[in-house]
């Protein structure tokens, strides 16, 4: 299955790549954003809207 990781910056956890390219074999896509928290899509919907676009972007 294809995985997109959007790390936001405030985020209670921030994984690094290395742990979610081990973690995630099949990751498509992995972004560090400059802002943006626990809840991204109530914060920056925008923002969160274009990152699950550009995430499965190659998918299409």
Avoid: C, I, K, T
């Avoid at 560090?32 to 914060?43: I, K, N, T």
Wanted: proline residues 8%; glycine residues 4%.
């Amino acid at each position: 299955m294809p995985v997109a990781v959007s790390a936001f910056p405030d985020e209670l956890y921030q994984a690094p790549r290395s742990w979610v390219e081990r973690a995630y074999p099949n990751l498509v896509y992995y972004h560090r954003l400059d802002h943006g928290g626990h809840f991204a899509a109530w914060e920056q919907p925008e923002v969160f809207a274009q990152e699950l676009r550009a995430g499965f972007r190659s998918l299409r």
